[in-house]
């Protein structure tokens, strides 16, 4: 390789586009933790509500 055709925005650039993927990455997964923390806790609060009409009211259905 010519050390004089050596081009370093190259590099910047495909580091920068590395960088965005990593970042958009962590975003999306944090994301999908926060997702499945809260529809776990959506699910198990109806479990919860249902017994306690069930207890109260007697069976639903």
Do not use: C
């Not at 926060?34 to 609060?45: L, P």
């Amino acid at each position: 390789m010519d050390p004089s055709s050596f081009d370093p925005t190259a590099f910047g650039l495909l580091g920068l586009v590395i960088g965005l993927i990593v970042y958009l990455a962590f975003i999306a997964l944090s994301v999908w933790i926060a997702y499945v923390i809260i529809k776990a806790a959506v699910r198990n609060g109806l479990r919860e509500h249902t017994l306690w009409l069930e207890q109260r009211r007697g069976p639903l259905r």
